[in-house]
Each structure stands twice: as structure tokens, then as C-alpha cells.
């Protein structure tokens, strides 16, 4: 059971060199203080352009800085962590770098709000706007800090080593805090959940946000999570409870969920005024809290230093913020030559990998898509030691006893059997049942340098996890300028045309996550191209959502001899199915076989030759292939499974329509799902999907326009 440490008032804890180490840390949290003030002012006078505050959590910050090693440890900071990034050693002007928005910036060469934490050199990882993406994210930082230890892979990590995410009370209320917790205390994992109470997420009050108005309470029953407390605005307490969690974790006991109780004596930030929801006695009480205050009296009681000494230090220190403020608002700006930078890993995406098309084929075994993905995966974890395979049911079994007596399940689809059994419990495992949990995770540990290959069972259910994945995964590179990547590849399966699918487990989508820079897609019609797409998007350095249509993975006509394990497909690189002079169609996944049928029959009825053109990936497209065959051919039919209004066809028919206006003979046409859900009965599906006779029916009708 959790153990409780909680209401710890106790002064007496010793510690080495007291004075020098508390008139230090005071020292750090009258510069954090003083870039707040700082930063208020230059935004008041326009100079910077938002501005967030860490007023009131000084103290928690650089007692936790103190204990942590920048470095060593990793940090997953939330908005109101200035103190503890001083504290470990992110110095003010790199804070007013962000501020201005200066290219120089560390945290995100400018392209993030200030306050949106960041540091290659300190092990501080990119932190985002969306509240409580960090926790899921920090599990997985852990837990590949554990593997590569014990797997004694080529990568930095500590023995001993320990990931602090922290948050308000607030962000305490989404989900994703749970999952974090659950699996963290599963696993017995060293992670400080920092959790930072001022009792207010912006205006609402804690009572109305936590149950009881107390997190620490709520998760108190928690098998092998710890919870401790201190009040935050007394340095000396926090500095004790801190150094008690740091041991705890160092020595491996499990997570550490430490409750701080601290003040917020701004508003939010300089978009909100607290005094609209807030009564100036409860100001005044916070102003007596103030652990810049608590901390000054403490000092000058105890004789450390005199309240004349303590002035001079803090005349010393705004001299030295004011100078800092000053360089940085002389940097130069990240500018128009940034925009488009970072979004793609430069030289080896998989659209640069070189393709081995053409390499002879190992033996004559005709093998499945699903047996091909299967095998690639298989052949990929034994030639790179970094790859992880997770999620839900992938493992042949979670109680890896039973397999000498069961056969294992090994995926829904039987598409990750064997792979447990092959390469071990510790490289290829089950997960709860949190597709935001599975993706955050695994951005946790690509960013320590690890290949997750994570399933999301069916793409229906992928949606619990699209903050992860677009908020997170798709701007990682982005928002810190290539300083942190996660090369994580999301495979899911998709699509209908399988009887009794119905609305949960047929649906298409692909489009939605084409707006998200950042993320390719591929989506493979066969099973060589789905061990070289899938190769390729393992060896790449950029997130692929790698999609596979479970019609496709035992059908007959769409299997191929294994190419080997030397099979590369690059991205962005269509394919030629079928040629054809009177017209060019483009379609992609299940659709391409019904696009052959229907091109086939139309050309023994009406000798009309239709080019079948498959995609093979979304993001990026081939766009030149697509518009060298409409030059040719003059038509153009678009033909997906997802639906018509906003699916990705629009996409390809407006670039077309823009690039290649004068060589059109006929408007360009599509053949997509009806723009409604796939209904239970074989009948409703079957007018709800594309079929070979709706495909034959709009060539003809373009052929003849």
C-alpha cells in the first residue's frame, strides 16, 4: 500500500552548510521573482508579448533543483517552473531570449510562448501549452531510462537517475494524470509527480476541481505510490520533504507523489486579473505566505545575513535581470527563414531512404500483409537493440509463464505473434487500456532515443489519444527546432469492407491527421510495399502513423514473396498498378484492388484505359507522379474509402485543379464513402463503402464527359 508522509512541519531535518545553501537558493528566487517583474514590465511596454508568472513557487522550485542534477535527472516543468530551471542552471537572459522570441533561445528558438520550458544541455524536455500532456510522456522518460540500464544499450542514462514532472493542482483533472499514475506505481517507476497546489486553475477554485479539495487525498490508496506533503512557501520544510522524495527515488522505492501547498499572489498570467474572483483579504492572506517573504524573514531571524544585506542583494540582483533583459532584447528573432524548418528530420526521413525496390526476393513463401508487417517487425527488433513494441494485446501473454503452455495471442490480428516470445517481455509488452497513455509513453521514451512501435488497436479508438498525437508527436521536432525528435511509429489498424464492423471498427480518417505537420502516413495496399513502407518508417527519424486495412491483411490477391529484410519503400513515392492513356486514377489502401477490377472491366467493355495510380503514402504524396499522369491522360478520378466532404481526395483534386488547369478534358470526379457512419447490416455497409460498380460507373462517365 502508499504510504502517507504527509503534514510535515518539522525545522529540525540537518543538512550541510545551512546558511550557505539557503541564502543561495534565496538568492535563486529573487531572480525568478525579478524576471517575472521584469518580464511584466517590458510586456506592459510592448516589448514582449506574453507573460506567465512563477510567483509563489519559488521555494518548491530550487528545493527540487537543489536535490535533482541537472544533467543527470530529467525534468518535465510545467508554466510556473521558473524557479527550478534558474535553479538548475537555465541562466535569465536565456529566459528573456524566449520572452523576445530570439532565435537563440534554448527552449524553443523562438516558436513557443515564454514559460514553455526547454533545455538540450539540463535534460529539460520541451514542454507544451495543452495541461497534463507531460505526465504520460515522463512515464515513458523513466522507463526507458530503466531499459537502457538494463539492457546496457549505447545511450545516456543513470542508475539512479529520476524524472520530476510537475503541474498545478489543476491539470490534476484530466486523465492522463491517472494513467500516468497507474502505470508509474505498476512499474515502480522513479518519478516525482511534482504537483504545485495554489488552489486555483486560473479562476476555478481547488474545491470545485479535486474532490475533497485535496489530490494528495485522492490517491492516497494507491498500491506502491508515496505520498508526501509540505507547506511550499517554507523553504526550510520543503527543502527537507524534497530531499526525503529525492532518496526515495534514488533508492528505487517507486513513484513519489509530492503534494506542495503553495500561493499564487499574481493573476494567472497578464490576460487575467484575479481580483475579478478573488477578495483582497484572501490577497492580503497570500501576501503574508509569500515564500519570498517567509523566506527574508527566516534569514534575518536566524542571523544569516542582515536585512541591510539582504536589501544589497536585492539591488545586485535586479541590476543583474535589468542587464539581462536588456542583452536579449537585442538578440535577433527567430524570423520567415525558420518557419518551415523542423518539421521533418533533414537527409533520412523516409522519403530520403533509398529504395531497394527491386532486390531479389528470399525464397517463394507467398506470405499475407499481416505476415509481412508481422516479420518486419520481427526482423527489425533483432537488428536494432533500441525498438519497443507496445500496447494493448500485443504480447503473446502479460504472465510470460503460461507460454509453455498456451499459445500466446500476440494482437487481435495475431499480426505481433511470436514477437514476445522471440525477443523478450521486456522488449514487446502489454499496456492498460489508455490510447493516450500508449502514445505519451512512448514519446517518453523516443525522446531518450529509443524506436517505440506502439499499436492503437483499432483506428476507431485512436481518438483518446489525438492530443498525444498532434499536440505532442507532430510538433516535438517543431517546437524545439530539432533540439528534442520522437521517431515513434503508431500502427493502427483502419477501414471497413469486413462484415459486422459497424461504426466502431470500420471507420476511415486519415485526413484528419494530414493536418498535423510533423506526422507522415503511409497506408500500404500490399504486402511488399507494407515491409518496405514499414521498414522504412522504423528506420526513419520523423513520427509515422502507420496504417493497415484489415481487409487487406489475408486476402490473396495483395500477397507477395518476402523481399527481404533489405526491402525498402520510400515515402512519397506512388505506384504504378496499371497504365493506361484515357485516364488517371488515384486511390490508396483497400480501394486500389477494387480500383484494378473496375479499370479491367471497363477496359473489356469500352476499351478504355484507365492508369491506376497507388498513393501508397498520404504524407507526403507524390504529387509529381499524380500530375505527370493527368498531363498524359487529361482526367483525373479520385477514388478512398474515407468520406467525401473534407477526406483527403479534396486535397489531390485542388492541387490538380491548380497546377494542371489546362490539360484537364473533364472535371475532375471522386468515388468516396457516403459522408455518414458504416451501419451493422451487410446493406448498410455495402452502399456506404465504394464498390468495384461504383468505380466502374464514374470512369465511364469520365471517360465519356
Known amino acids: 500500500m502508499s504510504t502517507i508522509q504527509g503534514d510535515v512541519h518539522a525545522r529540525s531535518t540537518p543538512f550541510d552548510n545551512a546558511p550557505s545553501v539557503i541564502l543561495s537558493l534565496y538568492r535563486t528566487m529573487l531572480v525568478s521573482r525579478a524576471v517575472d517583474d521584469e518580464e511584466i514590465r517590458l510586456k506592459k511596454r510592448q516589448q514582449i508579448y506574453f507573460q506567465i508568472s512563477g510567483a509563489g513557487h519559488e521555494a518548491i522550485g530550487v528545493a527540487v533543483g537543489h536535490h535533482a542534477r541537472a544533467a543527470y535527472d530529467w525534468f518535465y516543468p510545467y508554466y510556473r517552473d521558473r524557479a527550478l530551471c534558474l535553479q538548475l542552471g537555465m541562466t535569465p537572459r536565456e529566459m528573456f ?35 497534463g500532456t507531460q505526465y504520460n ?31 498545478g493542482e489543476g491539470a490534476t483533472s484530466e486523465g492522463e494524470f491517472w494513467e500516468a499514475i497507474n502505470v508509474a506505481s505498476n512499474r515502480k517507476l522513479p518519478v516525482m509527480f511534482l504537483i504545485e497546489d495554489n488552489e486555483y486553475a486560473i479562476s476555478v477554485p481547488v474545491e470545485v476541481t479535486t474532490a475533497g479539495g485535496d489530490i494528495g487525498a485522492c490517491f492516497s490508496g494507491i498500491p506502491g505510490l508515496t505520498i508526501m506533503r509540505c507547506d511550499g512557501t517554507d523553504l526550510v520544510e520543503t527543502l527537507a520533504v524534497v530531499g526525503r522524495a529525492v532518496t526515495h527515488l534514488r533508492e528505487g522505492n517507486g513513484p513519489v507523489l509530492l503534494h506542495a501547498k503553495v500561493t499564487r499572489p499574481y493573476s494567472h498570467s497578464l490576460s487575467d486579473d484575479h481580483a475579478y474572483y478573488r477578495t483582497r483579504e484572501e490577497l492580503a492572506r497570500e501576501q503574508d505566505r509569500d515564500c519570498l517573504r517567509r523566506t527574508e524573514d ?30 536579449a532584447l537585442g538578440a535577433k528573432r527567430a524570423g520567415p527563414a525558420e518557419v518551415m524548418t523542423h518539421l521533418y528530420a533533414p537527409g533520412n526521413g523516409p522519403d530520403q531512404i533509398v529504395s531497394n525496390e527491386g532486390v531479389p526476393t528470399h525464397g517463394s513463401e507467398n506470405i499475407a500483409m499481416g505476415e509481412a508487417i508481422r516479420r518486419t517487425m520481427l526482423q527489425e527488433l533483432s537488428l536494432d537493440e533500441r525498438i519497443v513494441i507496445f500496447g494493448e494485446d500485443v504480447a ?17 490480428f495475431k499480426v505481433t505473434f511470436g514477437l514476445q516470445r522471440e525477443h523478450g517481455s521486456d522488449r514487446v509488452f502489454n499496456t492498460p487500456l489508455a490510447e493516450a497513455m500508449i502514445i505519451g509513453r512512448a514519446i517518453g521514451m523516443a525522446t ?3 524506436r517505440p512501435i506502439v499499436e492503437i488497436q483499432f483506428f476507431d ?11 505532442e508527436l507532430a510538433t516535438m521536432r517543431w517546437r524545439s527546432a530539432g533540439d528534442f525528435t520522437a521517431p515513434v511509429v503508431v500502427r493502427a489498424t483502419i477501414g471497413g469492407y469486413l462484415r459486422g464492423g459497424a461504426i466502431y471498427h470500420s471507420q476511415t480518417g486519415e485526413s484528419i491527421f494530414v493536418a498535423c505537420p510533423g506526422i507522415k502516413i503511409a497506408y500500404p495496399s500490399n504486402a511488399a510495399d507494407a515491409m518496405g513502407l514499414l521498414r522504412a518508417a522504423i528506420r526513419s527519424d520523423d513520427p509515422v502513423l502507420f496504417l493497415e486495412h484489415k481487409h487487406l491483411y489475408f486476402q490473396g490477391y495483395n500477397r507477395s514473396n518476402d523481399p527481404g529484410p533489405d526491402h525498402v519503400v520510400p515515402f ?19 480501394l486500389v484492388q477494387r480500383s484494378l477490377e473496375a479499370a479491367d472491366r471497363i477496359s473489356r467493355r469500352m476499351q478504355v484505359e484507365a492508369e491506376v495510380i497507388d498513393l501508397r503514402t498520404i504524407v507526403p504524396w507524390d504529387r509529381e507522379a499524380v500530375l505527370a499522369s493527368v498531363r498524359k491522360t487529361g482526367r483525373l478520378l479520385i477514388v478512398h474509402e474515407e468520406m467525401k466532404t473534407g477526406g483527403f481526395g479534396a486535397e489531390i483534386a485542388a492541387s490538380v485543379t491548380e497546377e494542371c488547369f489546362e490539360w484537364l478534358d473533364a472535371p475532375v470526379r471522386r468515388v468516396t464513402s457516403k459522408d455518414t457512419w458504416v451501419g451493422y447490416s451487410p446493406e ?22
Not at 461 to 471: E, H, S, T, V
Not at 572 to 590: E, F, I, Q, Y
Not at 689 to 695: F, H, K, S
Open 396 to 412: 503473446d501473454a502479460s504472465r510470460q509463464q503460461i507460454l509453455t503452455e498456451c499459445k500466446g495471442k500476440g494482437g487481435v
Open 461 to 471: 479508438y485512436i481518438w483518446p489519444a489525438f492530443n498525444q498525437l498532434r499536440n
Open 684 to 705: 448498410m455497409e455495402e452502399v456506404t463503402l465504394p464498390q468495384v460498380a461504383d468505380v466502374e460507373k464514374a470512369i465511364e462517365a469520365l471517360a465519356t464527359y
Open 298 to 327: 527566516y534569514i534575518v531571524e536566524q542571523g544569516y545575513a542582515t536585512q541591510l544585506e539582504v536589501e544589497s542583494l536585492k539591488a545586485e540582483v535586479l541590476r543583474e535581470v535589468r542587464e539581462a533583459a536588456n542583452a
Open 448 to 450: 531518450r532515443g529509443l
Open 137 to 167: 510522456q515522463a512515464v515513458g522518460c523513466a522507463e526507458a531510462g530503466r531499459h537502457i540500464i538494463a539492457s546496457a544499450i549505447d545511450l545516456p542514462a543513470s542508475a539512479d537517475e529520476v524524472t520530476v514532472v510537475s503541474s
Open 97 to 131: 531570449l524566449s520572452a523576445v522570441g530570439a532565435l537563440d533561445d534554448p527552449n524553443s528558438h523562438g516558436r513557443q510562448m515564454p514559460c514553455h520550458w526547454a533545455h538540450k544541455a539540463l535534460n529539460i524536455v520541451s514542454q507544451s501549452s495543452p495541461t
Open 572 to 590: 512519397g513515392k506512388a505506384a504504378v498498378r496499371r497504365s493506361g492513356t484515357d485516364l488517371t486514377l488515384v486511390t490508396w489502401g483497400a
